[in-house]
């Protein structure tokens, strides 16, 4: 919209001279993309000091990979080696922690997975969050569970109430029944393997399909527009309307939860990796996957492994630079983000807080609380997660200023954003921490669903199977761990064939 817009350059000038105010501590971190450019640029590596033999080796420690891993070490395959490039597994389910609270990066919920996520489900009841069919209370969301911020108060939800009129409501409730009729067709599932179908859907945007349905309500096309953003990283313009509607159609009507802990899916990673650890090797870029005679050859810089099978769980973008044969990612498009996390000495003054804070007016998503979900009485101090997906301009346009702009100009930027709704937030914060994305997430356009290069990844190669959430052009949950389960199902039944 072009309030975003106006709004962006607003951010812009303002983080370009800073406050006089306390001193806010904070840097970048897990910055990876230098590793990144190097192998893109097919830069020179050290030749590897080892040779080790292993079945099957999963690149990418992401919810893809550690999937893949978990489906293994279930079915009782043990020989494999994990990769991941950087010094923490997660990939956008990565975590962090101070002396406050631990909190997410990324990923800061899993919806309650309904009948159709029978692999989600499963996982769920292997760690204990679902018991005899009910789900452990403890990590439900507690109340409240979102506000938004609108005309200068707070209100209860998301969905736009302050100032909406007859005709918005009337709309609002058109759309609904869209939704519920899309829901009914039973292809808006998660995973989208279960229903999805060629579609006229895939063709058009978000945006003209609900212009094509008469959808003109400022505060519904907002409601829109912020889910693309949440969900995609994409504006509705830039959305295909398969996915817009999937965002919504995909949810159960009377859907609990989310399930959420302070560090986000963070926990669900660690509980993941309790479980494969022994099989896990960070720190360990891989920079080159050349065919043999029979199965791989995986070079890092300190192991080359030879491998009968690879799970590329990677994002699909680099497999170009990385796999000997590889097809170029044509077609797929990913949304730069940027994520901070802030400390607070004290609660800014005002009314209460909601687990999810959204900012109607603004190009960010507002941002969580990780102290929420602490059953602790009294809580002085807390942190918040906040949530910045670049997608007014071009993602090439935002990657630029992600490496060009200094942490101070992000730092006054985010302050600028929440001062609107939070006046006293610069008394309150001592340090904020800023993650840039490149690449975060996949980004769902028109066309991609049925395209030709992502049939041909879901196809993979020889021996090679491609895992990562991007093939589906939905960075979930739900996705990664299904791409994950199905790649090293796959893999077994290769190498069971081949022996």
């Given amino acids: 919209m072009e309030g975003h817009r106006t709004i962006t350059r607003r951010l812009f000038l303002a983080g370009m001279t800073a406050?006089?105010?306390?001193?806010?501590?904070?840097?970048?971190?897990?910055?990876?993309?230098?590793?990144?450019?190097?192998?893109?640029?097919?830069?020179?590596?050290?030749?590897?000091?080892?040779?080790?033999?292993?079945?099957i080796v999963i690149v990418g420690g992401g919810v893809a990979g550690l999937s893949a891993a978990w489906r293994l070490n279930k079915k009782g395959f043990r020989d494999f080696v994990l990769l991941e490039m950087e010094s923490q597994t997660g990939g956008n389910a990565r975590w962090g922690e101070n002396e406050v609270s631990r909190y997410p990066w990324a990923a800061h919920y899993l919806p309650v997975p309904n009948k159709e996520s029978a692999l989600v489900r499963e996982l769920c009841e292997e760690l204990g969050l679902l018991e005899d069919g009910k789900w452990n209370e403890r990590y439900l969301c507690f109340s409240d569970q979102e506000r938004l911020f609108k005309a200068h108060r707070w209100q209860e939800g998301v969905e736009p109430e302050v100032g909406v009129?007859?005709?918005?409501?009337?709309?609002?409730?058109?759309?609904?029944?869209?939704?519920?009729?899309?829901?009914?067709?039973?292809?808006?599932?998660?995973?989208?393997?279960?229903?999805?179908?060629?579609?006229?859907?895939?063709?058009?945007?978000?945006?003209?399909?609900?212009?094509?349905?008469?959808?003109?309500?400022?505060?519904?096309?907002?409601?829109?527009?912020?889910?693309?953003?949440?969900?995609?990283?994409?504006?509705?313009?830039?959305?295909?309307?398969?996915?817009?509607?999937?965002?919504?159609?995909?949810?159960?009507?009377?859907?609990?939860?989310?399930?959420?802990?302070?560090?986000?899916?963070?926990?669900?990673?660690?509980?993941?990796?309790?479980?494969?650890?022994?099989?896990?090797?960070?720190?360990?870029?891989?920079?080159?996957?050349?065919?043999?005679?029979?199965?791989?050859?995986?070079?890092t810089e300190a192991t080359e492994y030879i491998t009968q099978a690879v799970i590329f769980a990677a994002p699909s973008f680099t497999a170009?630079?990385?796999?000997?044969?590889?097809?170029?990612?044509?077609?797929?498009?990913?949304?730069?983000?940027?994520?901070?996390?802030?400390t607070l000495d004290r609660w800014p003054r005002g009314e209460g807080y909601a687990w999810d804070n959204v900012l109607y007016d603004s190009p960010s998503l507002g941002y969580v609380i990780a102290t929420h979900m602490s059953l602790a009485v009294y809580q002085p101090r807390t942190v918040w997660t906040y949530y910045w997906?670049?997608?007014?301009?071009?993602?090439?346009?935002?990657?630029?200023?992600?490496?060009?702009?200094?942490?101070?100009?992000?730092?006054?930027?985010?302050?600028?954003?929440?001062?609107?709704?939070?006046?006293?937030?610069?008394?309150?914060?001592?340090?904020?921490?800023?993650?840039?994305?490149?690449?975060?997430?996949?980004?769902?356009?028109?066309?991609?669903?049925?395209?030709?290069?992502?049939?041909?990844?879901?196809?993979?190669?020889?021996?090679?199977?491609?895992a990562n959430s991007d093939l589906s052009g939905l960075s979930i949950f739900e996705e990664a761990q299904f791409r994950g389960v199905t790649a090293a199902d796959r893999a077994m039944k290769r190498l069971g064939q081949s022996r």
């Fill in 389 to 466: 997906a670049l997608a007014d301009q071009s993602p090439q346009t935002w990657r630029k200023a992600l490496l060009e702009r200094d942490w101070g100009f992000w730092k006054e930027a985010i302050l600028n954003d929440l001062e609107r709704a939070h006046p006293d937030i610069r008394s309150c914060v001592s340090n904020i921490d800023i993650m840039r994305l490149g690449h975060a997430m996949a980004r769902p356009v028109p066309g991609f669903l049925g395209s030709e290069t992502r049939r041909r990844f879901l196809q993979g190669e020889p021996n090679l199977f491609y």
């Fill in 320 to 342: 170009q630079h990385i796999i000997e044969g590889a097809p170029p990612a044509t077609g797929f498009v990913y949304s730069p983000w940027l994520t901070a996390n802030l």
């Fill in 165 to 299: 009129t007859a005709r918005d409501r009337e709309q609002y409730k058109r759309f609904g029944e869209r939704m519920r009729e899309f829901r009914a067709s039973g292809q808006f599932t998660k995973p989208i393997d279960i229903g999805a179908k060629p579609t006229p859907l895939d063709t058009m945007t978000f945006e003209d399909w609900m212009n094509h349905e008469g959808f003109d309500s400022e505060p519904l096309r907002w409601l829109a527009n912020y889910s693309t953003r949440d969900d995609y990283g994409a504006q509705a313009r830039d959305t295909s309307a398969w996915a817009g509607i999937h965002e919504f159609a995909s949810r159960e009507p009377e859907e609990k939860g989310p399930l959420t802990w302070p560090e986000g899916n963070g926990w669900i990673v660690s509980r993941l990796l309790e479980r494969v650890k022994e099989h896990v090797q960070t720190a360990s870029p891989v920079y080159a996957i050349r065919k043999l005679a029979s199965g791989w050859r995986v070079l």
């Fill in 19 to 55: 406050k006089a105010d306390r001193h806010i501590g904070g840097q970048f971190v897990n910055d990876a993309f230098p590793v990144g450019h190097r192998m893109r640029d097919h830069a020179a590596f050290a030749s590897p000091k080892q040779t080790r033999k292993v079945p």
